[in-house]
């Protein structure tokens, strides 16, 4: 592995102007970071990667980086492009355990942070640096969110969370599992504790569904609902999956390792929505795909689809005169989920925009008062590169507003 590592980081360019550096949605200074490599600084390129995105170790392993960062390559304009991806994967994870992350002495202040998926560890890593008294809010067993609950094992170690875990108590930072905020307790109750500032990042668990016939029959599963726990479902031989992104990449790859046989996966378009590694991955798998083919109705031995089409507005049309029985033992819908609204019911301040999701101005405040969010709580379901990104603004947010608080 360090060998290639090497040779990946000799044949970066060092351009003047780095494409890598502008595909990335965090802008990391990936010619900075292979410099370093090369110097044999690389505790100091461990650093400045933390430094820019305190989940690096974790995004060099499951952010689309054939889109982002190598797809920007020069390299790859004509041959393949440097493996980036690789290269700040073996810093990261060599120098987590080991880099010294600075930390400001303690201000007194509490902030309670509820969610600990990427929006929410990055704004609880990131306050704590700063002297904040945090504690996070997870209402499962462990932290991590969707990244340990959502994204398999095989396409992140669960154990790069546990260390996650492990380096956010040494800072200070409390955890408090298996606690919902929202049932027993309310935000309100928090400002009445003392917390001078709550942050929610809860992410987004609440399936979407395709409000089709049958879909609450025994056999259908949610694909949040699955990942979760897929040891608990038998599948059976095949399997019919409704979706294109790689929550369905996700899905199909696990059914295989938990002996379906035939994984067929169910697209309404032409292609893929999915990155392209994890579509290829799925194939390489042993899942097979329908094109422009649609669920019409879910019956107990399978489901009946169709053909679709581009109509001429550009949308997507059902042809149901091609309708048609196929077999499958379960079905597993993947079409993305959106956030829960156990927080908004709770406390009445909090309100949702048109999509339905919770509701912040530009600062990232919500319309309660001292509350924060980012995160696919508030976007929707989207990347662990995304949430950081955001992240990392609503933490200085945070910190300004609660400075600018009287004593």
Not at 19 to 34: A, D, K, L, S, V
Not at 258 to 272: I, P, S
Not at 329 to 342: C, E
Not at 385 to 407: C, G, W
Request: glycine content about 8%; charged content about 25%.
């Amino acid at each position: 592995m360090a060998i290639h590592v090497i040779e990946e980081a000799n044949r970066c360019l060092q351009c003047k102007n780095p494409r890598c550096r502008m595909g990335c949605p965090i802008h990391t200074n990936i010619p900075e970071m292979i410099r370093l490599l090369k110097e044999n600084e690389m505790m100091a390129a461990a650093t400045m990667l933390f430094e820019n995105n305190p989940l690096s170790v974790i995004c060099s392993l499951v952010c689309d980086h054939a889109k982002q960062c190598e797809g920007h390559c020069v390299r790859g304009i004509k041959g393949d492009a440097v493996h980036i991806s690789a290269i700040e994967n073996y810093i990261s994870d060599s120098c987590f355990d080991r880099i010294k992350i600075a930390q400001a002495e303690s201000n007194g202040k509490k902030v309670a942070v509820i969610g600990s998926g990427p929006a929410g560890m990055t704004v609880a890593l990131l306050l704590a640096s700063r002297g904040y008294k945090v504690t996070i809010f997870e209402e499962h067993d462990k932290i991590g969110g969707i990244m340990r609950y959502g994204i398999p094992d095989f396409r992140l170690p669960h154990k790069i969370l546990d260390r996650y875990y492990e380096r956010m108590l040494d800072m200070g930072i409390l955890v408090r599992p298996n606690f919902a905020i929202g049932q027993s307790t309310s935000i309100e109750d928090l400002f009445s504790d003392g917390y001078k500032a709550v942050f929610i990042g809860t992410g987004a668990w609440m399936p979407r569904r395709l409000h089709i016939p049958g879909e609450t029959f025994g056999h259908v599963h949610f694909a949040i609902n699955y990942l979760n726990h897929p040891e608990s479902v038998k599948l059976g031989s095949d399997v019919a999956i409704i979706g294109a992104g790689n929550s369905a990449m996700d899905v199909a790859r696990t059914a295989i390792r938990n002996g379906a046989r035939n994984v067929t996966v169910y697209l309404r378009r032409g292609e893929a929505t999915a990155s392209l590694d994890e579509f290829e991955y799925a194939k390489l798998d042993g899942a097979t795909f329908q094109y422009w083919t649609a669920p019409l109705e879910i019956k107990d031995d399978g489901l009946i689809v169709c053909d679709t089409e581009m109509n001429e507005e550009g949308h997507v049309v059902q042809k149901p005169e091609t309708a048609r029985f196929v077999k499958a033992d379960n079905v597993i819908i993947a079409v993305s989920q959106q956030p829960q609204r156990r927080l908004v019911n709770r406390d009445k301040q909090l309100t949702l925009n048109e999509k339905g999701n919770l509701q912040t101005n530009e600062g990232g405040e919500t319309t309660m008062k001292g509350v924060f969010a980012s995160g696919d709580v508030v976007t929707g379901a989207k990347t662990v590169v995304d949430a950081v990104n955001i992240s990392k603004k609503i933490a200085e947010d945070i910190d300004a507003y609660i400075q600018a608080l009287p004593e």
